[in-house]
């Protein structure tokens, strides 16, 4: 089956940096999707990408999916964004509503 | 105005029991689905469900039943539980392919 693979695993940030997050996929995908752990276990959904770039205020994200792979952008980062980032995709072949899991990247924002 | 609301938040119970967690999500999405994330964090699929239909049946233990009595409400029910089923368990909700909205989870300990 697919493999998604997230780098780095794990990151530490000062406040007020910008990093960059990426999502390795094995396979073309018709379903791509960002999200965010807080540390208290609430799952948010940051973006449904399947290809092309969308931005939410301090985060963006671009997909190409010619090339296999997404990255997410935090710009100037708050404590708040602490967390871990999952990346989940769906294969086009294959059920597209079935979503397989990165193993995350844990991401600490210190003050 | 919970999106998607899960009860119980938390569950402790006996090796042996049936328990059930109850999944209502009020954004008029169709289609609904139950994640397990273990203690590694990972997030594997187990059930989906489209407009009452069981769309997405991943191999879990027979234990583990959901109902869908509408498209609002998805429910898992556990009979016999064991030490290993103890996790946290996400409910969510999509339109079509679209982006997940989920729960805030219920974290299951079996004793």
């Known amino acids: 089956g697919i493999q998604v693979e997230q780098s780095p695993p794990d990151l530490i940030l000062q406040e007020g940096a910008n990093s960059t997050l990426r999502c390795n996929f094995s396979?073309?995908?018709?379903?791509l999707q960002w999200f965010h752990q807080n540390p208290w276990g609430q799952l948010i959904n940051l973006f449904y990408i399947p290809s092309g770039t969308k931005q939410n205020g301090r985060l963006s994200a671009t997909t190409v999916a010619t090339e296999r792979y997404s990255l997410l952008y935090i710009s100037s980062s708050q404590t708040t964004d602490s967390g871990v980032y999952f990346c989940?995709?769906?294969?086009?072949?294959?059920?597209?509503?079935?979503?397989?899991w990165g193993l995350g990247t844990s991401l600490a924002v210190n003050p | 105005d919970t999106a998607v609301s899960q009860t119980p938040k938390y569950l402790v119970t006996q090796m042996g029991n049936d328990k059930s967690i109850k999944c209502e999500q009020n954004?008029?999405?169709?289609?609904m689905y139950w994640y397990k994330q273990d203690s590694k964090k990972f997030l594997k699929i187990m059930f989906s469900y489209n407009n009452k239909e069981l769309i997405i049946n991943e191999t879990v233990p027979n234990r583990f039943s959901p109902k869908s009595p509408d498209k609002a409400h998805l429910n898992l029910h556990i009979n016999s539980l064991e030490l290993g089923d103890s996790a946290v368990y996400f409910c969510?909700?999509?339109?079509?392919?679209?982006?997940?909205?989920f729960g805030s989870g219920t974290r299951l300990t079996v004793v």
């Open positions: 396979d073309s995908v018709n379903n």
């Open positions: 954004l008029g999405h169709d289609t």
């Open positions: 969510a909700s999509s339109q079509g392919t679209g982006g997940y909205t």
């Open positions: 989940a995709v769906a294969p086009n072949a294959g059920n597209n509503r079935k979503l397989i």
